[in-house]
């Protein structure tokens, strides 16, 4: 069964190179049912010309074949720009040979003749240490990332946003979030690949302007490097998931050109390899800035603007949802609390109003640096703070008193005129007048 050998092979691409056909098939039938793709080649050039169409997770090679072997096979894709885990397969195990293999970068040897269950293992165990090494890649990269939460909130305005995921995630397309800095676009870009089917696959955010620029391509698009090995870059490492491209208004002009290549053709080239690389991404784009104004001065490509605004989704500021700051300070303040070892503050009725009313330019970004602080200081700032004879769970979802605050607020927008107000709440201005008498007695 496949599950005795990992779950990792229902999802791996192998290539087998042997000259016997005998041995080609006795591989197509034992690791064919339990792998998402295989492939069979009878030479290294057939071999070289499948792997230039497709990428493979996995090469399974005989070394001993006619005109080539397999050993000056893998040397030779190595200069080329080569990206797969090799698992030789001779009848000739020598000091020699292993020193060669060892030195050709081969995962393991497997000695002829072999059992199902020898292969089996052995195509476990590589792919096990190869998406290891691939997770610990990713992991380092993203401790430096902001990993965010679930996007929360029951507001018209995010309502609308996760109608727009929702509908996105199935399909391939480019996405551009766009919205000012603070307002969850990476979130957003999580969520449509949580909705999608690549969700157990790699999420890999890049803040663009975090990389310097002389790395940026390298940290991208990978590097063949000393003795022909290949460093993949994040569009490899991120195969079959998603790339967030963050902050992409600040990506040099040399990196813009080979990120529209990329987009256009679905294949990159690492520095000094001679290979292309096949993509299987969906690639999200974000940005805080005006691109159609940096695109205008000459600063970003129209083109590849083009080519990321296929569909944009605008994340909307905290004030134009502003009914979602309740339940979001209610999870700052409990993953605060837990994480620092600290109490919690009570969330009185007149502190939620107070934030409801405040416009907040840092947005959801602002509200949760203010709740972090006022746990570590054990008090909310003197604007936030308020009466305590309402808190906790009652301040929070007691029904009065979120009526209480989205009338006040809509008051606060209509500057105090109450007809207005009225008007846009669908009520008469005598339950207006009769609720604000209520509340100041």
Not at 70 to 90: C, P, Y
Not at 95 to 120: C, H, M, Y
Not at 146 to 166: F, N
Not at 315 to 325: G, N, Q, W, Y
Request: hydrophobic share 40%; net charge negative.
């Amino acid at each position: 069964m496949a599950e005795d050998y990992g779950s990792d092979l229902a999802g791996a691409s192998i290539l087998v190179i042997d000259d016997e056909p005998g041995m080609r098939n006795f591989l197509y039938k034992t690791l064919g049912p339990r792998v998402k793709r295989i492939e069979l080649a009878a030479s290294p050039d057939e071999a070289t010309a499948k792997l230039d169409e497709c990428h493979f997770d996995l090469v399974i090679l005989d070394n001993v074949m006619p005109r080539k072997t397999g050993l000056e096979w893998v040397a030779e894709q190595r200069k080329l720009g080569f990206l797969a885990d090799t698992i030789l397969i001779t009848a000739y195990a020598d000091l020699e040979t292993a020193i060669a293999a060892l030195r050709a970068g081969v995962s393991d040897f497997v000695l002829k003749p072999f059992r199902a269950n020898q292969i089996l293992g052995a195509v476990a165990r590589t792919l096990d240490r190869k998406y290891l090494r691939r997770d610990n890649t990713l992991l380092r990269h993203e401790l430096s990332a902001d990993q965010g939460g679930k996007m929360l909130g029951t507001s018209d305005a995010l309502s609308e946003v996760r109608a727009l995921l929702k509908r996105l995630a199935p399909l391939p397309t480019p996405v551009l979030f766009t919205g000012a800095s603070g307002t969850g676009k990476e979130l957003a870009a999580r969520t449509l690949h949580q909705l999608s089917d690549r969700r157990d696959r790699p999420f890999v955010p890049v803040n663009c302007a975090a990389i310097p620029p002389d790395h940026i391509a390298q940290d991208l698009f990978g590097i063949n490097g000393p003795e022909d090995t290949l460093k993949p870059g994040l569009f490899l490492l991120a195969d079959g998931g998603t790339l967030f491209l963050d902050e992409v208004a600040q990506m040099p002009e040399q990196v813009q050109a080979a990120l529209l290549r990329a987009i256009e053709d679905q294949r990159v080239r690492p520095i000094g390899a001679e290979r292309e690389f096949p993509l299987n991404l969906r690639l999200a784009f974000a940005t805080n800035a005006d691109l159609e104004q940096a695109v205008a001065q000459g600063k970003f490509r129209a083109d590849l603007y083009h080519r990321m605004n296929v569909v944009r989704i605008h994340m909307p500021p905290l004030k134009d949802r502003s009914e979602d700051i309740t339940e979001l300070a209610a999870l700052f303040m409990q993953q605060f609390s837990t994480t620092l070892g600290l109490p919690a503050l009570d969330l009185s009725a007149e502190t939620l109003l107070k934030m409801r009313r405040y416009d907040w330019p840092g947005n959801v970004r602002e509200l949760k640096n203010l709740v972090e602080r006022s746990v570590i200081l054990g008090t909310f700032p003197p604007e936030f703070s308020g009466d305590t004879r309402v808190t906790g769970n009652r301040a929070v979802e007691n029904l009065d008193q979120v009526m209480q605050r989205h009338i006040l607020h809509v008051l606060d927008l209509c500057d105090g005129n109450r007809a207005e107000a009225a008007r846009r709440l669908g009520v008469s201005r005598k339950t207006i007048d009769r609720k604000v008498t209520a509340w100041d007695e």
